[in-house]
């Protein structure tokens, strides 16, 4: 999962404070995907992006939610009024092509752990 | 909605041995299953990777099988490794779809 940059590591916000986490994709990626690990559960999809435009949000919760892929810069995945339960570990994972099925490789990055206090 | 489940949390085997590790899914639309090997305060890695039209892939020690009939696919490390101590994550998804399943992952301690 090397190259494959997100920031902060580790994030603690105060609840109804806003978080912002950050994922630099892979050079040449210009897919980002972002996942959820709650505690002692498996990752869950939250909302595949390509550079400006939001392919798939189907994993992401109505309210409070969002995320984008600029044409510059990082994919950004913002979390408003934040609550306890959003505390959980946050990846981002970039690819190359749109998954299919003998491309289906993503890489990850490290995460970024939110405690929400 | 779990749809992948890795039952077991944790598993121990002894260098040099077999380490086994299973999943389980619900959803006949998987078609593409892969494993991610997780190091504490790492992102996953992708491991292995098999498709419905196959039942089983190798690549080295590692070797997945599929049982489409009983939704059931294994992980087979042979032979095991200290380095392969690990959370293993079993993941799914439909043909030409984003939405990737993930099981809860199974942690392997592998004792010299």
């Known amino acids: 999962n090397a190259g494959v940059m997100q920031n902060p590591r580790h994030l603690v916000r105060r609840r109804g404070q806003e978080a912002r986490l950050r994922c630099s994709p892979m050079k040449g990626h210009s897919h980002v995907y972002w996942y959820r690990q709650l505690p002692e559960e498996g990752l869950k999809f939250m909302v595949y992006?390509?550079?400006?435009?939001?392919?798939?949000e189907s994993g992401m919760p109505k309210e409070r939610f969002s995320a984008e892929f600029p044409k510059e810069g990082p994919s950004i995945l913002r979390i408003q009024q934040v609550v306890r339960g959003d505390s959980a570990a946050y990846f981002c994972a970039s690819s190359p092509w749109a998954s299919g099925r003998d491309l289906h490789e993503q890489y990850f990055g490290p995460g970024t752990r939110l405690t929400v206090t | 909605d779990q749809q992948v489940k890795q039952n077991s949390p944790s598993l121990s085997v002894q260098e040099g041995r077999i380490s086994i590790l299973n999943c389980d899914y619900t959803?006949?639309?998987?078609?593409?299953f892969l494993w991610y090997k997780k190091y504490p305060a790492e992102g996953p890695t992708f491991l292995i990777s098999?498709?419905?039209?196959?039942d089983k892939n190798e690549d080295g020690r590692f070797t997945v099988f599929l049982n489409k009939s009983a939704k059931h696919l294994s992980l087979h490390i042979v032979p095991s490794q200290p380095g392969d101590s690990a959370v293993y994550f079993c993941a799914a998804s439909p043909y030409n779809n984003n939405d990737m399943r993930f099981g809860a992952g199974t942690r392997l301690t592998v004792k010299p």
């Open positions: 959803n006949s639309m998987f078609d593409y």
């Open positions: 098999i498709s419905s039209i196959k």
């Open positions: 992006l390509q550079k400006e435009n939001i392919i798939d």
